[in-house]
Every structure is written in C-alpha cells, then in structure tokens.
C-alpha cells in the first residue's frame, strides 16, 4: 500500500512532441505528489508538485495532472526537447515536514530525438 | 535553495573494506536522509538522522552496516561497512529545503571490487 507505481520504465519522444508519464498509488492518505528529475551524475531535483485538493498544476511546459478518485497522477511535458532527457521519478507522502516519508516511484527514463 | 556537498564522488573499493561519505549542508538543518539508488532503479531510503540522536533506520538497513553520524546541524556521514558488490550503489545524502522540496546532493557512485 506504501509503493507508488510508475510507467513507462523508458520513452523515447521526437523532439516538440508531448513526453507523458504516468504513477498510480493506493493509500489514500498520500497528500503530496512531486516529481523529480535527474540527469546522469546528479541528484534528483524537484521539478514540480502537486497537493489532491487541485486536478492540475502547470510550470511552464510541465504539468501535473491528477485524477483523486482512480488515485492517478501524470507528467506531461509539452514541447519536449533534448534537454529533458533524464530520468524522471514520482513521488508521494503523507504530509510535507521532516517527518513525511517519501516514496518514489520506478522512474523513467525519456530521451528526446533531436 | 540549499546546497549539498557530497564527498567522495565515486570510488573503486576492495571487498570486506569500509568507505565514509561525507555531506555538508550550507545551512543548519534538522533531519538528512541518506538514500541508496542501485544502478537503474529508484530510491531507497537508508536512514534519517536527527543532530543530537541516534539514527533511524528503515527496514532492511541496520546500524552495524550502515552507521551514520550525526554531529552537527550541517553535516552527517555514513559509513557502508564490510562491503560486498552488492552494495555497489549510489549512495544519495538529501534534505528537507522548505517549500523547495527536497534538495539532494550528487551523489557517491560507489564500485565493490
């Protein structure tokens, strides 16, 4: 009930076109979802996130679509350029302080044609 | 944002040796969290370490093979003891950065030989 399901495992998107990525989770007290992004030899890096009480958040040409009731949430990155391949992880926790456990998912990894 | 400073890199290690990773933080903080991510997979969280406490563990990671210092509000170690090349890994310090979310540092890419 603690994973957060992530897919696809690896995307490769043509460069201008619509990067999606999916995560499903199942307990229902989650309450943050963030997404990170790490490219090789790097941490990870918050790209952006969202709290259930909003269906989507949109950051420039990434955006967070959640779905509460199928407890779904989903990276889409607009215009996709080489610059955003990297691996791409979800996430979850109960609450935002010190004290959250956060839970990644998989991760994928995209990879944008030029 | 905070800065995290990880130290070493990456290094080569023989079987049954212990290797230290340092983090340093620009800024005073409460908890690091030192996470483990096995070549293509996700991340693990190893420990939390609370400045002034004993570290706690997640399951599956214990003291004796993954101790960790704690002695002061910017800085942590952890120590990957008796290695095997199972514990090949890369081995991720991170905090909680306010409304940034958390800010890892880059990571030590460690090989056991």
């Known amino acids: 009930q603690q994973q957060v399901k992530q897919s696809p495992q690896s995307l490769i998107v043509q460069k201008g076109g619509i990067s999606i990525i999916n995560c499903a989770y199942e307990?229902?007290?989650?309450?943050?979802f963030p997404w990170y992004q790490q490219f090789p030899g790097k941490g990870p890096a918050l790209l952006i996130a969202i709290r259930p009480d909003v269906s989507e958040k949109k950051e420039g040409r990434f955006t967070i679509s959640f779905n509460k009731s199928a407890k779904q949430f989903s990276l889409h990155i607009m215009d996709s350029q080489p610059g955003d391949s990297a691996t791409y992880f979800c996430a979850a926790s109960i609450g935002y302080s010190s004290a959250s456990k956060i839970i990644f998912g998989s991760g994928t990894r995209l990879s944008i044609r030029p | 944002s905070a800065v995290i400073s990880q130290k070493p890199s990456r290094d080569i290690c023989q079987r049954g040796t212990s290797l230290t990773i340092q983090c340093q933080v620009d800024?005073?903080?409460?908890?690091m969290f030192w996470y483990r991510q096995q070549p293509g997979q996700s991340l693990t969280l190893i420990a939390t370490?609370?400045?002034?406490?004993?570290?706690?563990?997640e399951s599956g990671f214990v003291i004796d093979k993954f101790p960790i210092s704690r002695p002061n509000l910017t800085f942590s170690t952890l120590t990957v003891s008796n290695m095997s090349p199972e514990d090949s890994s890369i081995y991720l310090c991170?905090?909680?950065?306010?409304?940034?979310?958390?800010?890892f540092g880059s990571g030590t890419r460690l090989t056991v030989v």
């Open positions: 800024s005073q903080v409460t908890m």
């Open positions: 370490a609370n400045q002034g406490s004993e570290a706690t563990y």
């Open positions: 307990n229902t007290a989650f309450d943050y």
């Open positions: 991170s905090v909680l950065d306010g409304g940034d979310g958390y800010t």
